[in-house]
T-cell receptor
Framework: DTEVTQTPKHLVMGMTNKKSLKCEQH?????MYWYKQKAKKPPELMFV???????INESVPSRFSPECPNSSLLNLHLHALQPEDSALYLC?????????????FGPGTRLTVT | EDQVTQSPEALRLQEGESSSLNCSYT??????LFWYRQDPGKGPEFLFT???AGEEKEKERLKATLTKKESFLHITAPKPEDSATYLC?????????FGSGTKLNVKP
């Protein structure tokens, strides 16, 4: 099973709202990632968790707050977002962060900020 | 910094018309080259990993090859369901460097 699940599939939120995106994998992977993808662009890395610890933050604004409660779960907490944050948010996982391992992606959450 | 360039940006084929997509790269040392397929509004789907020049991998109508400077994704006798954006990527420590993708449209 190479499935990564994400909820919700779609999310519409106002600029003053607080919401969370959830990601889950049961492949025993120890690395998990958040990406942001705008239309017709490749995914852009936001955060990397390795063995449940944040290892990379790609200078993401603090209105995005990641959390890794355990090795299977990854959350992205959203607060005071801007319309330009509207995008497809992708979660991915890999066996660990060694460069030879491929990443498996979830279906994404389509976020619209109004 | 590693760079990944894909061409063409878009490709329209008739069903059954074979072709190839290109991914060229500049790296100080190849660590792994990955091919993904992405359908609109969905996450990328892993296809292949290639590690060394001369390596080839196949899956159904797709065949990926690797040289020291580029990778090709050959599509043999494509079907409309092969229509998607194909992304290649390189790994560097924790980061994936994605190419901008080739959008493939296969007409019946």
């Amino acid at each position: 099973d190479t499935e990564v699940t994400q909820t919700p599939k779609h999310l519409v939120m106002g600029m003053t709202n607080k919401k969370s995106l959830k990601c889950e994998q049961h492949m025993g992977h120890r690395a998990m990632y958040w990406y942001k993808q705008k239309a017709k662009k490749p995914p852009e890395l936001m955060f990397v968790y390795s063995y449940e610890k944040l290892s990379i933050n790609e200078s993401v604004p603090s209105r995005f707050s990641p959390e890794c409660p355990n090795s299977s779960l990854l959350n992205l907490h959203l607060h005071a977002l801007q319309p330009e944050d509207s995008a497809l948010y992708l979660c991915a996982s890999s066996q660990d962060t060694a460069v030879t391992y491929e990443q498996y992606f979830g279906p994404g959450t389509r976020l619209t900020v109004t | 910094e590693d760079q990944v360039t894909q061409s063409p940006e878009a490709l329209r084929l008739q069903e059954g018309e074979s072709s190839s997509l290109n991914c060229s790269y500049t790296v100080s040392g190849l660590r792994g080259l990955f091919w993904y397929r992405q359908d609109p509004g969905k996450g990328p789907e892993f296809l292949f990993t290639l590690y060394s020049a001369g390596e080839e991998k196949e899956k159904e109508r797709l065949k990926a090859t690797l040289t020291k400077k580029e990778s090709f994704l050959h599509i043999t006798a494509p079907k409309p369901e092969d229509s998607a954006t194909y992304l290649c990527a390189l790994r560097d420590f924790n980061k994936f460097y994605f190419g901008s993708g080739t959008k493939l449209n296969v007409k019946p």
